[in-house]
């Protein structure tokens, strides 16, 4: 898990384990990746969920499909969706290089190297599953002790639809935001994944530094 609490960005040669090639992990490196995971994972599943509702929409005034069908695609389509999605952004994110940073995959047995293995979809969906059961069971939590005992609260009041149903809108998605930043720091990042972990590296390959002799060779003769 990694150490510091701090939000700022170090340089890329901030050294983990004595390994100048390395990055420590911060909640400001963790903001940047939560981010770039989640807002295009938020914005192509609503608009397939907006999809997926004109079509079940389609099928059904036309008699194409019976209710029966329709009515769990149409209240479980948008997981799936979801789900799929954030596979797909999970493989894109996981060798995105960022401004001050990049990540990559490197060996879990060797802990000196710093080259990047492949991100390949067996690796990225052992990513994707830590990352998805992990929020969903911190999500379950979530409901019991915050979500619900909110909704009873908010129940006092009798407010209408219309602020129940956006309040508890913002309240679900900046506690699922929240979650999946965490996740992403505590879980994630700096963690041994199988024969692999996530880690931060500078944002590109150094070429090693040339000594002076070899940099400016006598001359001959």
């Known amino acids: 898990m990694p150490e510091s609490l701090s939000f700022a960005t170090p340089s890329p040669t901030a050294?983990?384990?004595?390994?100048?090639?390395?990055?420590?992990?911060?909640?400001g490196h963790a903001l940047r990746i939560w981010w770039a995971y989640f807002w295009?994972?938020?914005?192509?599943?609503?608009?397939?969920?907006?999809?997926?509702?004109?079509?079940?929409?389609?099928?059904y005034e036309n008699v194409i499909l019976p209710g029966t069908i329709l009515?769990?695609?149409?209240?479980?389509?948008?997981?799936?969706?979801?789900?799929?999605?954030?596979?797909?952004?999970?493989?894109?994110?996981?060798?995105?290089?960022?401004?001050?940073?990049?990540?990559?995959?490197?060996?879990?047995?060797?802990?000196?190297?710093?080259?990047?293995?492949?991100?390949?979809?067996?690796?990225?969906?052992?990513?994707?599953?830590?990352?998805?059961?992990?929020?969903l069971v911190y999500g379950i939590l979530a409901f019991a002790f915050v979500l619900y005992p909110m909704g009873m609260f908010v129940g006092l009041f009798r407010p209408s639809p219309l602020f129940t149903t956006v309040f508890f809108f913002l309240l679900g998605t900046a506690i699922g935001g929240a979650l999946s930043l965490?996740?992403?720091?505590?879980?994630?990042?700096?963690?041994?994944i199988g024969d692999f972990r996530v880690v931060l590296l500078p944002p590109s390959e150094q070429a090693p530094a040339q000594s002076p002799l070899a940099a400016s060779p006598a001359p001959l003769g």
């Open 182 to 192: 965490f996740v992403i720091y505590s879980n994630i990042l700096e963690e041994d």
């Open 40 to 59: 295009p994972t938020t914005l192509i599943t609503f608009l397939l969920g907006i999809l997926l509702g004109i079509v079940v929409r389609v099928l």
């Open 71 to 135: 009515i769990p695609v149409s209240r479980y389509g948008g997981y799936l969706i979801n789900y799929v999605v954030a596979l797909f952004i999970m493989r894109y994110i996981l060798g995105k290089k960022f401004r001050h940073f990049r990540l990559a995959l490197v060996s879990s047995a060797d802990f000196a190297s710093t080259a990047a293995l492949p991100v390949t979809w067996q690796r990225a969906l052992r990513v994707w599953w830590i990352f998805t059961w992990r929020t």
């Open 15 to 27: 050294s983990r384990g004595g390994l100048n090639d390395y990055i420590q992990a911060n909640l």
